[in-house]
C-alpha cells in the first residue's frame, strides 16, 4: 500500500519536492499540501497536468492550521515538511503536531537536488535579507565580464496560475508585465532583464533546468529565502548576514546551508558591531572550518539625499526582509537615518486592508511599510497606506522602481545596496576556474 503524504509548503519548495519525491512514485500517494507564510495560496489545487498519472483530480492545497484534521481525514503517513526561514523550533513544534495527529515527519535534503550538465554556482543564505540578490548580481557581472553566458534561475514564486507557470521564461520588461508578476517577483528579476540576462523560474525545475542549459554555459542559483539550492551545485556560496548573529545555527534550513557551503560570505561587516562580527565568525568555524570566508561590507546609496535631508519620510523596505525574514526595518530606514530625515512617520496608524494585517501578523515591524504587492489589489492597498501617510519623500527601501510601479505622486527616492568585499578574498577569487 503507498504511503500517504501531506506536504507543509508555502508554494515553492513544496512543489518541487513533489516533482522530484513523490511524482510518478508508486511507492507514495501525496493527499495534499498545506500553505502558509504568503497570501491567497490557499484554497486551490496542485493542477493535474502537473501533478502528473494518478492525480486525475490534482492535489488539494489547505491551510496549515488545520493540520491535525488534515492528518486525520486524509488518513496521512506521513508530514514532509518543505518550506523555509523559520526557526528550529517551529520546524519541531510541527513535527510534534504530526506525530500526535499520528503521522510521521521528515525533511528532505540533498536528495532533492538535481544534477546540471553545467557548472551550477549556487546562491544561498542563513536567512532572508541577508544580501542573497547584491551578491547574486556581482557573481552575474564577474561571469558575464569573463565572456561567459550566464543564465540565471531563481527560487520558485508561482503565486498565479501553476500550469502557466510551470517553465517561466524573462528575457524583457514585457515578459515581466505580460506575466503579471507580483512585485516580489519583479524585484528579483528585474535587475537580470535590465542587464540583457535571462532570468528563469517557474514551478517544474526538472523542466526548467533542460531549457536553462540550451542557452547557458554557466547556471547560477539565485536562492529564495534562505532555502537550499534546487540543483546540485559546483560552487555553494553562503551568505550570512552579520546582523543577525545567532540565526545562522537557529534557522531552517539556513544552518543546513552554512554547513554545506564551499564559501561563507559574512556581508554588512560595516555597519555590524563588533560582537556580532565575532559571533558570526565563531559560528562559521564551528560549523563549517573547511569553508573559505569572505568579509564584505553592504554600502548603501541614495538616488537624491536631497529628497531626504530634513524631510518627513515613509520609507517603503523590502517586504520579505522585514516579514519572515524577522528584521524591523530595512536598508531604506539606515539610508533616512544616516541622511538626517526630519521625521520618520511610522506608516502603522495609516495601514488599511491586507496591509494592516501583515502588520498584526508580524508585530516585530518598526516605523516602515513593508513592500507587500501580491496581486493588484494589495498593491492598491499599498499605495493607500503611503497616500494616507501624507509624507513629503517616500524613500524606496525595494531592488526595484517601486514608486513607478504604484505611481506615485508623492516625491520619491530609491535606495540602492550592493556587496564589497573586504579584503582578501573575494568572489572573484573563489570563483577563478569559471572566469
Not at 504511503?3 to 510518478?24: M, Q
Request: aromatic share 6%.
Amino acid at each position: 500500500m503507498a504511503t500517504r503524504v501531506l506536504i507543509l509548503g508555502a508554494a515553492g519548495r513544496d512543489f518541487h519536492n513533489f516533482n522530484v519525491l513523490y511524482r510518478g512514485n508508486p511507492d507514495f500517494e501525496v493527499v495534499g499540501f498545506t500553505a502558509t507564510q504568503i497570501p491567497n495560496i490557499d484554497d486551490r489545487r496542485y493542477p493535474p497536468a502537473l501533478a502528473g498519472d494518478g492525480y486525475p483530480e490534482g492535489i488539494g492545497i489547505f491551510p496549515e492550521d488545520d493540520l491535525e484534521n488534515l492528518v486525520r481525514e486524509l488518513k496521512v503517513d506521513l508530514v514532509v515538511f518543505s518550506y523555509s526561514d523559520v526557526t528550529h523550533g517551529h520546524v519541531m513544534h510541527l513535527a510534534a503536531r504530526a506525530v500526535a495527529a499520528g503521522a510521521a515527519y521528515s525533511l528532505p535534503g540533498g536528495e532533492t537536488m538535481l544534477k546540471s550538465s553545467r557548472p551550477v554556482i549556487a546562491v544561498t543564505a542563513t536567512r532572508t535579507g541577508a544580501g542573497k540578490s547584491p551578491a547574486s548580481r556581482k557573481i552575474h557581472r564577474l561571469l558575464t565580464e569573463a565572456g561567459k553566458q550566464v543564465v540565471a534561475v531563481r527560487h520558485p514564486m508561482p503565486y498565479g496560475d501553476l500550469v502557466k507557470q510551470q517553465v517561466q521564461r524573462f528575457a524583457t520588461f514585457e515578459d515581466l508585465t505580460e506575466a503579471d508578476v507580483t512585485i516580489e517577483e519583479r524585484e528579483e528579476y528585474e535587475r537580470y532583464v535590465a542587464t540583457g540576462t535571462v532570468i528563469y523560474a517557474g514551478v517544474d525545475y526538472g523542466a526548467i533546468l533542460t531549457a536553462a542549459e540550451s542557452e547557458a554555459e554557466i547556471i547560477l542559483w539565485d536562492g529564495g529565502n534562505n532555502d537550499l539550492p534546487f540543483y546540485l551545485p559546483d560552487v555553494h556560496i553562503c551568505i550570512a548576514d552579520a546582523h543577525r548573529a545567532g540565526h545562522g545555527l537557529s534557522y531552517w534550513p539556513g544552518e543546513a546551508n552554512l554547513r554545506r557551503a564551499d564559501v561563507v560570505l559574512i556581508n554588512k561587516v560595516d555597519t555590524a558591531t563588533p560582537d556580532q562580527l565575532a559571533a558570526v565568525e565563531a559560528a562559521v568555524a564551528e560549523t563549517n572550518p573547511d569553508a573559505t570566508v569572505i568579509r564584505a561590507a553592504g554600502p548603501i546609496t541614495v538616488d537624491d539625499e536631497s529628497l531626504v535631508r530634513g524631510k518627513r519620510v515613509l520609507v517603503l523596505d523590502d517586504g520579505p526582509t522585514i516579514t519572515h525574514g524577522g528584521m524591523p526595518y530595512g536598508a531604506g530606514l539606515l539610508a533616512a537615518q544616516d541622511l538626517g530625515a526630519a521625521e520618520i512617520i511610522d506608516p502603522r496608524p495609516f495601514a488599511v486592508g491586507t496591509i494592516q494585517t501583515v502588520y498584526e501578523n508580524y508585530p516585530h515591524i518598526g516605523a516602515v511599510l513593508p513592500a507587500m504587492g501580491y496581486g493588484t489589489d494589495q498593491q492598491r492597498e499599498l499605495k493607500e497606506t503611503i497616500d494616507r501617510a501624507a509624507p513629503d519623500t517616500v524613500v524606496v527601501g525595494t531592488p526595484i522602481d517601486l514608486a513607478a510601479l504604484l505611481e506615485l505622486e508623492i516625491p520619491h527616492t530609491r535606495v540602492h545596496y550592493t556587496v564589497e568585499e573586504q579584503g582578501s578574498p573575494t568572489l572573484a577569487d573563489v570563483l577563478a576556474d569559471y572566469l
